[in-house]
């Protein structure tokens, strides 16, 4: 080593250059369409009519073609206010689609006063237990009245 240098490095370039060693694919990832669950809180002054263009119009821009299951739960009473509105007509929505359409459709619902809140996850699987099988069930019966003959 003269004058404080070192050699040129031979060799590959370290890790940290190369994206720390991961081998990324051409094209980018492949877009699977997965089962979202959407929360609308609407603005309960609005028309049930309104309301339902509302849904078609944001629905529309999915641009998906299975079924979106609708859950309306009407008009109810706010946990809290939001802003001057204490009440607010709840929409739960079931949808199958690819995660590249969600920005424009999250972007259409920021923009529309009508929406006082929404959230949209990834639906994996129902609440609450499983359904129990007919042996599952007979099973349990048996067990209630073996336990009320111990009495």
């Known amino acids: 080593m003269v004058g404080g240098t070192s050699p040129p490095a ?7 250059a190369t994206g720390g060693g991961r081998i990324r694919p051409q094209g980018g990832l492949p877009l699977v369409s997965r089962q979202y669950e959407a929360v609308y809180i609407f603005d309960s002054a609005l028309e049930d009519a309104a309301i339902t263009e509302k849904l078609d119009r944001y629905h529309g821009l999915l641009g998906t073609t299975d079924e979106i299951t609708l859950d309306h739960w009407g008009r109810r009473q706010l946990a809290y206010p939001i802003g001057k509105r204490e009440t607010g007509y709840y929409v739960v929505a079931r949808f199958n689609v690819e995660s590249n359409v969600l920005p424009e459709f999250e972007r259409a619902l920021k923009l529309d006063d009508g929406v ?3 959230l949209i996850s990834l639906h994996e699987r129902e609440l609450g237990a499983p ?3 007919e042996e599952q069930l007979a099973a349990r019966r048996n067990a209630d009245d073996d336990d009320e003959d111990e009495e």
């Open 10 to 16: 031979s060799g590959p370039p370290p890790a940290s």
């Open 131 to 133: 359904p129990m099988t």
């Open 116 to 118: 006082l809140r929404y």
